[in-house]
């Protein structure tokens, strides 16, 4: 059974600081990874995705995939206290369904 | 344009209760699946749908639970009876053909229902 694995954290971080955010996954044929954003009592929603290896950016986020390690990393870069949450990675399951690991809890103090 | 709507957001039982849990997925979304979350396993996949047919259905915990799609735009998850371990956020999802295709891998969640059986 593929296994997706994250430091449940929480990862403490003072305002305009860089978060590092860590994944790692289990099956090396997965091809497609994803980071989503959970506020608190909130649903998840998809803010990043990579499929190469290398460095995808979008805004103040940064997504790092390493398919020979089996590791995918979220960088934040100056962090804000809204971006307070836990982020889930999420591993494609063939064509139709993704695994997701039980998340990351980001705090960003003012 | 809506979301994917759940009912009730939440929902208080006592064991041996059934409870029906109910989604109304974003229209032309051939895909529909069934999450549930808890703190100590995290998001799991119970079971999905596509064009209203049950593809997996391995992640269902077992024979209590059940789950229907009668047409595209409807979808039930029932526990029948529940106990007190089911307590969970219960999330359905949805997306489309063309997009996991593409591979944005986007789900589209709703608010969730937050199960609480005593």
């Known amino acids: 059974q593929k296994e997706v694995e994250q430091n449940s954290g929480p990862l403490s971080v003072p305002e305009g600081a860089i978060a590092s955010l860590n994944c790692t996954y289990s099956?090396?044929?997965?091809?497609?990874f994803f980071w989503y954003r959970q506020y608190s009592g909130k649903s998840p929603e998809l803010i990043m995705f990579i499929y190469s290896n290398g460095d995808k950016e979008d805004g103040r986020f940064t997504a790092q995939l390493n398919k020979a390690s089996q590791y995918v990393s979220l960088l934040i870069r100056d962090s804000q206290p809204s971006d307070s949450a836990t982020y889930l990675c999420?591993?494609?399951?063939?064509?139709?369904?993704?695994?997701f690991g039980k998340g990351t809890m980001l705090l960003v103090s003012p | 344009d809506a979301g994917v709507i759940q009912s009730p957001r939440h929902e208080v039982t006592e064991m041996g209760q059934e409870v029906t849990l109910r989604c109304k997925p974003i229209s032309g979304h051939d895909y529909l699946f069934w999450y549930r979350q808890t703190m100590m396993r995290g998001l799991e996949l119970l079971i999905y749908f596509n064009n209203n047919v049950p593809i997996d259905d391995s992640g269902m915990p077992e024979d209590r639970f059940s789950a229907k799609m009668p047409n595209a735009s409807f979808s039930t998850l029932k526990i029948q009876p529940s106990e007190p371990r089911d307590s969970a956020v219960y999330f359905c999802?949805?997306?489309?053909?063309?997009?996991?295709?593409?591979?944005?891998?986007?789900?589209?969640f709703g608010e969730g229902s937050r199960l609480t059986v005593l």
């Open positions: 999802a949805s997306s489309s053909r063309k997009g996991f295709w593409a591979n944005t891998g986007e789900l589209f």
């Open positions: 999420a591993v494609n399951e063939g064509y139709s369904t993704l695994t």
């Open positions: 099956d090396r044929g997965s091809q497609s």
